[in-house]
């Protein structure tokens, strides 16, 4: 299955994708088009349970004679092993069917039939079957009796054209993607000891704190912060330890190359 649309909202917890304006869905060689579509998926299971499309439903599927379409208000399709095998219509449905003897896929004539709800049924994604409810008005004609001007139903739009088959496909006639190079933040420059070299006596401490004379004092054995300079000489210390004599001048000078090229 696939499909396309302006817009699309999915949520894995409950099993529901949306796509919104303009969708179109091909489930093997139908396609179905409407006003919005929802794909619900069994959450336990995460296979593909029902397809519903809302407002202006539109099923085709290309036969070599034409084109299989029903139309109506809604349409609701249910899954069995992610495969489509039911399709309800309901609500003005029309259909244009081209019927086939089951035996010699011969055509016999062409169906168009106009009901309250209609019922098709697939078998590998092709039409086997299809149950009226409520039927209308309507008339099978016989082959090459079809007027030409009824052939499609109005609303039709085949978009096969647009059809996705691959992943690939998703990039088709859109230039490669830029991918910008990632830099970190610089490390800072070393301003030197946090604090300032003043002796005890001169220190200003009031009389209520709890601060000592030595916790303004730098620690000559605490630890040192981590700047680019001191950073830089460990990494080539590190790399002359595994490759002896085979520091680069790029090693020991980053910014040399730093004008964003590969």
Request: glycine content about 8%; charged content about 30%.
């Amino acid at each position: 299955m696939s499909g396309k649309c302006d817009s699309i909202y999915t949520s894995e917890r409950i099993g529901l994708t949306k796509m919104i304006t303009n969708p179109v869905l091909w489930s093997g060689e139908n396609q179905m088009t409407g006003d919005t579509i929802h794909i619900l998926s069994n959450t336990v299971t995460e296979q593909l349970d029902t397809l519903k499309v809302f407002e202006n439903a539109f099923l085709i599927q290309k036969d070599s004679a034409g084109y299989n379409q029903v139309s109506g208000v809604r349409l609701t399709g249910l899954f069995t092993e992610n495969e489509l095998d039911t399709v309800n219509v309901d609500q003005n449905a029309e259909v244009v069917y081209y019927a086939r003897n089951t035996d010699t896929n011969k055509l016999e004539g062409i169906d168009n039939t106009i009901g309250s709800s209609i019922q098709i049924t697939l078998e590998n994604q092709d039409i086997i079957g299809i149950r009226f409810i409520n039927r209308g008005t309507g008339k099978f004609f016989p082959v090459g009796m079809y007027p030409e001007e009824k052939k499609l139903l109005p609303g039709f739009n085949w978009r096969g054209d647009e059809r996705l088959k691959s992943v690939e496909d998703l990039f088709l006639g859109k230039p490669p993607p830029k991918l910008p190079r990632i830099r970190g933040i610089p490390l800072p420059e070393d301003e030197g000891e946090f604090f300032e070299d003043v002796p005890e006596e001169e220190l200003e401490i009031p009389e209520y704190s709890n601060l000592k004379p030595k916790d303004l004092l730098n620690d000559p054995e605490g630890p040192k912060a981590q700047v680019r300079d001191t950073l830089q000489d460990k990494a080539i210390q590190e790399k002359e330890k595994f490759f002896p004599g085979k520091t680069s001048k790029k090693d020991e000078d980053p910014n040399d190359n730093d004008d964003g090229e590969n």
